[in-house]
C-alpha cells in the first residue's frame, strides 16, 4: 500500500503494483478515461494560462507528486529514466488524441458538451479529496460517455480527418507541462520528502482541480489564472522549509533512546528515566510526529 494514502494513487496501486507502472498509470489516466479529450474539446488548450494548468493539474496534479515521493524507489538518476520514459509516451499520446478532436467536434453539441467536461473535474477534484464521496460518485469516463450522448448532433456530421496543427502543438505543450512538473519533483524529491505535506498537498490540488471548470462554466474568464493561483497558494502552505531540522533533531535523538538514556543532555552517570523502559509518549515523540507528517502504510483515512 502507497504510504502516501492517496485515495486515486491508492486505488490504481492495487490494480498494478509496481512504482513505474503505478506513475505510467496515473500520469496516462486522463488519456485514457476521456478526460483530457474532453477538455481538448472544452477549450481548454486555447490560452497559455489554460495550457499550464491543464499540464500541471490534469498530468501532474496531487497523485504523480504522491506515487514519486512515496512509492519509487531508487537513485534520482533512475527515477528521472522512468518518468521521461513515461513523458514519451504521454506527449505522444496527447497529439494524437488532439488531432482526432476537431473530426470528433463535429460529430457533438460543444456548448452541452462543455457543461459534462466541467463536471468530470469536479468529479475528479471529489475523488481526490475524499476516497468515500468518490465511492458515491460515478467514474470520469461514465460522466464523458453521458455527455457525448446528451450532445451528440449528426446532423453537423463529418468523417474526413480534419487535424488542427496548432492544437495538436497546444496539447503536445501541455503534456510536457506534466512531464516537467513530474521531473522537477523527482529531482527535489529528497528535499520534498522532508519538507512537504503530501495530505495538505492533495487537499489543496483537489481545491484548484474545482475551480478550473469555472471557466467552462463561463463563471470567471477563461484565461485568468485562478487555479494556478490556488496551486501555488497550496503549496505555500504544503510547504514547510524547517520540516528537515526537525526530522535531524529526532534521528539523532533515536540512538540515545535505544541505549536506554532519555535523550538528554546529562552526564553518563545519570540514571535512565523511567520512560525509557515502557517507551517514550507518541505525543511528545519528535520521530513519532514526523512519522505521522509522512505516514507509512495505514488503515486509516489520511484525514482521520
Known sequence: MSSSQHPVALRIEQQVGGATRLLATVMLLPLLDGIFPALVLAGALDSVVGIIEVGLLIFGGSATVAVILADMDGT???????VLGV?????????????????????LDLVIFERFAGLVILAVAAKTASARVGELLPRPAVIIALGLLA?????GAELALAADPGLMVRAGAAGLVGVGFALLVALLGPRLRTAVDIDRFR????????VLPLGL????PGDAPLALSV????????????????????????????????????GPESEPEPESETGSDPESDPESVEDRRWPATADHEPWL
Do not use: C, H, K, N
Open 76 to 82: 534520482r538518476r533512475q527515477q528521472v529514466i522512468s
Open 87 to 107: 513523458g514519451v509516451v504521454l506527449v505522444a499520446v496527447a497529439v494524437v488524441e488532439a488531432a482526432l478532436a476537431p473530426t470528433l467536434a463535429g460529430l
Open 151 to 155: 450532445s451528440v448532433d449528426p446532423s
Open 203 to 210: 487537499f489543496g490540488s483537489a481545491v484548484a482541480l474545482g
Open 217 to 220: 462554466f463561463g463563471l470567471v
Open 231 to 266: 496551486l501555488g497558494l497550496t503549496f505555500l502552505l504544503a510547504f514547510d522549509p524547517d520540516a528537515d531540522g526537525v526530522a535531524g533533531r529526532s534521528s539523532d535523538d533515536a540512538p540515545a533512546a535505544a541505549d536506554g538514556g532519555s535523550g538528554s543532555p546529562s
